[in-house]
């Protein structure tokens, strides 16, 4: 049987038992994490009635006469101002957000994790590829991306309609996002990828590998990469929640998803456009903001739970 221990600064009740395998140990930790384990719960939730919802219902889609009706048993968030049923319409701006989430977060991965290696790892690079990630950051992110979206946009359109047929516009519009949120995101990443390379580079297992012949590709691979993956995975989870803002943010402006694609940023700015001094329809501005709000904040719970999964000594220093 394992002998249960009581750690100093750990919380009355958490007992790690000695013995047990890193992964029981990452669980316990994660589990011990209320908010974490709520927000995944609702996270996994919410993705899970996105993608179902157009498989249970149509009616996000579908024009009718009952504009602006109330929240009830038939529309459980209303309808919009061309009576489309707002629950539908949420779920399909969420899955709107979170793709473009996702795969804005994936490339800041790619490109921060290649970058922030190369620069600590290679010495001789580190100096101009630092400073190049300084002067990017000098520069306001969000204008960055206005400015790539604008001034490439018409570009892109004509050579995807010269190459792929069809209008080609709401395919640029989405690569162009993809692209610009993934370039202004990976700034951090670089950083502290590599702040973790350097650290490694000097250990003894390194020298090891480079002892025995290993190129320089392969003991990133297989010796420094793993070692920096828990980093990586923890700042993960806080960029996307970024880049979700970042997309709402163009949307809202209406230089991101174009109807009738909806994304939350888009359903918010169509709810602010229906205030007036008149009659202030709530619901259709309430509930896309309520639901970008929720998910923000979960994805921030999950990387705090996912911190301290993979750095427990965090927790105990707090």
């Known amino acids: 049987m394992p002998e249960a221990v009581h750690q100093p600064g750990q919380a009355f009740g958490q007992v790690i038992e000695l013995g047990e395998s890193p992964n029981r140990s990452a669980w316990l930790r994660f589990r011990s994490n209320r908010p ?7 996270l996994l939730g919410l993705i899970v009635l996105a993608l ?56 800041s991965l790619v490109i921060g994790v290649l970058w922030g290696a190369t620069a600590g790892f290679l010495g001789r690079w580190d100096n101009l590829l ?8 000098s520069l306001p992110s969000i204008i960055f991306v206005i400015v790539i979206i604008t001034t490439l946009e018409e570009i892109l ?12 516009g709401e395919t640029a519009r989405m690569l162009l996002l993809f692209a610009g949120l993934g370039a202004v995101s990976w700034l951090t990443m670089a950083r502290i990828v590599r702040g973790q390379v350097l650290a490694l580079r000097e250990r003894q297992f390194v020298e090891a590998a480079r002892s025995l012949g290993l190129g320089t590709g392969t003991i990133l691979r ?25 997309e ?34 709530w619901w259709i501005i309430v509930y896309p903001a309520g639901c970008l709000a ?10 705090d739970g996912l911190r301290d999964v993979f750095d427990p000594k965090a927790d105990n220093e707090h």
Do not use: C, K
């Not at 974490?36 to 609702?42: D, E, G, L, N």
């Not at 929720?294 to 990387?303: R, T």
């Open 248 to 281: 709402s943010f163009l949307s809202y402006l209406g230089l991101g998803i174009h109807p009738p694609r909806a994304s939350l940023g888009s359903l918010i700015a169509e709810g602010a456009a229906q205030i007036n001094p008149i009659r202030v329809y």
């Open 36 to 42: 974490a384990v709520v927000a995944t719960v609702f």
């Open 52 to 107: 179902a919802w157009p498989l249970i219902s149509s009616q996000g889609d579908v024009h009718s006469e009952a504009q602006f009706a109330a929240p009830s048993g038939g529309h459980w968030f209303g309808t919009d101002v061309h009576g489309r049923d707002l629950f539908g319409r949420v779920m399909a701006g969420t899955r709107i957000s979170l793709m473009v989430g996702f795969v804005g977060a994936l490339v």
């Open 294 to 303: 929720a998910l923000l904040m979960a994805l921030n719970f999950l990387g």
């Open 222 to 246: 297989r010796h420094i990469l793993p070692n920096v993956f828990g980093v990586v995975i923890v700042y993960l989870t806080l960029t996307l929640p970024a880049v979700i803002l970042y």
């Open 157 to 168: 359109q004509r050579w995807l309609q010269s190459t792929l047929g069809g209008d080609g």
């Open 130 to 137: 630092m400073r190049t990630v300084d002067v990017l950051y």
